[in-house]
């Protein structure tokens, strides 16, 4: 098979070309070859860490950096409190109206002509207190881990129980 002189041309500078891309990558280590410092300069000096790695010197030798540029960075600053709790006081609520359709179905028709009542399990639903806006018109058994008094109330009149968890 015969190659025009166009193919072979192409061919050859093709493989120039991959050639050349290898070996680019060392060209500043060639390039600088009988130059003493390699173009970092004598008196400088290209040397790894000269001031420290990190943060390090901040009240040495960079001082007057940390002292402009990061006021207040070293020392302390008032008391230190142990176990600190980002949020102490989460309680989701849920109110009264809401509470029978937390119950299963399948829970308030096998209790329906009985003396039982459904049990709801908030904390297991997500809510840790039960507040009083709403009508309760059958008895539940409700676990919490608080209640509001007058969702209390009308838990207790309409033949139901509060259970504290």
């Given at each position: 098979?015969t190659?025009?002189?166009?193919e072979?041309a192409?061919?050859t500078?093709?493989r120039?070309m991959?050639?050349r891309?290898?070996s680019?990558?060392?060209?500043?280590r060639?390039k600088?070859?009988g130059y003493?410092?390699?173009?970092?300069?004598?008196?400088?000096?290209?040397?790894?860490?000269?001031?420290?790695r990190g943060n390090a010197g901040g009240?040495?030798h960079?001082?007057?950096?940390?002292?402009?540029?990061?006021?207040?960075?070293?020392?302390?600053v008032?008391?230190?409190?142990f176990?600190?709790?980002?949020?102490?006081?989460?309680?989701?609520?849920v109110?009264?109206?809401?509470?029978l359709s937390?119950?299963?179905?399948?829970d308030?028709?096998s209790?329906r002509?009985?003396e039982?009542c459904?049990?709801v399990?908030?904390v297991s639903?997500?809510?840790?207190k039960?507040?009083g806006?709403g009508?309760?018109n059958?008895g539940?058994?409700?676990?919490?881990?608080?209640?509001?008094?007058?969702?209390?109330?009308?838990?207790?009149?309409?033949?139901?129980?509060c259970?504290?968890?």
């Amino acid at each position: 098979s015969t190659q025009s002189t166009w193919e072979c041309a192409r061919d050859t500078f093709c493989r120039k070309m991959t050639y050349r891309a290898k070996s680019c990558k060392k060209s500043k280590r060639y390039k600088m070859r009988g130059y003493v410092s390699h173009g970092q300069g004598r008196i400088g000096k290209h040397r790894k860490h000269e001031s420290g790695r990190g943060n390090a010197g901040g009240q040495h030798h960079h001082r007057i950096m940390m002292d402009k540029y990061h006021p207040g960075y070293f020392g302390k600053v008032g008391m230190r409190h142990f176990h600190w709790k980002k949020n102490p006081r989460y309680q989701p609520t849920v109110q009264l109206a809401n509470l029978l359709s937390m119950v299963d179905k399948e829970d308030l028709k096998s209790t329906r002509g009985t003396e039982k009542c459904p049990v709801v399990d908030l904390v297991s639903k997500g809510y840790f207190k039960l507040l009083g806006m709403g009508k309760l018109n059958r008895g539940l058994i409700v676990k919490a881990r608080s209640f509001s008094q007058l969702a209390e109330k009308k838990i207790k009149a309409a033949g139901g129980a509060c259970v504290l968890i």
